[in-house]
C-alpha cells in the first residue's frame, strides 16, 4: 500500500526558477522525512532531511517545508539549475517502517 | 572508497534461472537494505537486516533470499528468475534503521 503520496509525476521549470514537490504521508509513527535525488543510471541520493519536530530546514538552494498536523512535506528548490534534472523521491521512515514515493521528474530547462 | 557498491552491474539471464547479487558496504552501518526499482522508477523496499538479522521483510516471493554473512555484506539469492523480475535492485545502508540511508549504484538485471 502507498503510504506516501508525492506529486507532481513530473514537474518543468525554467532556470532560475523555483520547483516545488509535495508529499503527504498516512502513517503518523513516521518520524524521518527525507528527500533523495537519483540522476539516471545511478543510486538514489541523500539530498536532505527533516525531523517533525521543525517546520523548516534549508540546506543551500533546498529547502523542506513540513506540516505535520497537515501530514505534508514539500521539496523547493530555488533557483533551479539544468544539473538538478534528475528524480527526487520522498519518503517517510519511523522504526522498521520505510516508505517511498513514487518520485517526480524534474526538468530544468536552460 | 566506494561506500556501497554492488556487483554485478548488469546481469542478464534466462527464465528459469538463478542468480545472484552481492553488495557490500565499507560505511561501518549495522542496517543494509535491498530495494527494487522498477521500469517506472518506483522504488520499493524488499528486505532489510540489522547486524545480520532480519528485520524488514516485505511482501516479497520467496523465490528472493537474502543473506547477510556479516554486518558489511548483505547478498541476494533469486531462485527461478521470471520476466517480472526485470528491474534494477538498490542495495543500501544505514546506521539506523530507516534513517540516512546510503544507497549502491545499482544492478539492472534483464530476465529473457
Known amino acids: 500500500q502507498q503510504q506516501v503520496k508525492q506529486s507532481p509525476q513530473s514537474l518543468i521549470v525554467q532556470k532560475g526558477g523555483i520547483s516545488i514537490i509535495n508529499c503527504a504521508y498516512e502513517n503518523t509513527a513516521f518520524d524521518y522525512f527525507p528527500w533523495y535525488q537519483q540522476f539516471p543510471g545511478k543510486g538514489p541520493a541523500l539530498?536532505?532531511?527533516?525531523?517533525?519536530?521543525?517546520?523548516?530546514?534549508?540546506?543551500?538552494?533546498?529547502?523542506?517545508?513540513?506540516?505535520?498536523?497537515?501530514?505534508?512535506?514539500?521539496l523547493h528548490i530555488m533557483d533551479s539549475q539544468p544539473g538538478d534534472s534528475a528524480t527526487y523521491f520522498c519518503a517517510a521512515s519511523g522504526g522498521n517502517d520505510m516508505r517511498f514515493g513514487a518520485g517526480t521528474r524534474l526538468t530544468v530547462k536552460p | 572508497d566506494t561506500a556501497v557498491s554492488q556487483t554485478p552491474k548488469y546481469l542478464v539471464t534466462q527464465m528459469g534461472n538463478d542468480k545472484s547479487i552481492k553488495c557490500e558496504q565499507n560505511l561501518g552501518h549495522d542496517t543494509m537494505y535491498w530495494y527494487k526499482q522498477d521500469s517506472k522508477k518506483f522504488l520499493k523496499i524488499m528486505f532489510s537486516y540489522n547486524n545480520k538479522e532480519l528485520i524488514?521483510?516485505?511482501?516479497?516471493?520467496?523465490?528472493?533470499?537474502?543473506?547477510?554473512?556479516?554486518?558489511?555484506?548483505?547478498?541476494?539469492?533469486?531462485?527461478?528468475?521470471e520476466l517480472g523480475d526485470s528491474a534494477v535492485y538498490f542495495c543500501a545502508s544505514s546506521r539506523v534503521t530507516g534513517y540516512e540511508q546510503y544507497f549502491g549504484p545499482g544492478t539492472r538485471l534483464t530476465v529473457t
Do not use: M, Y
Open chain 1, 47 to 74: 539530498l536532505i532531511a527533516i525531523r517533525p519536530d521543525v517546520s523548516e530546514k534549508k540546506e543551500g538552494r533546498f529547502t523542506i517545508s513540513f506540516n505535520k498536523s497537515a501530514k505534508q512535506f514539500s
Open chain 2, 56 to 81: 524488514i521483510n516485505e511482501t516479497v516471493p520467496n523465490r528472493f533470499s537474502p543473506k547477510s554473512p556479516d554486518k558489511a555484506h548483505l547478498n541476494l539469492h533469486i531462485n527461478s528468475l
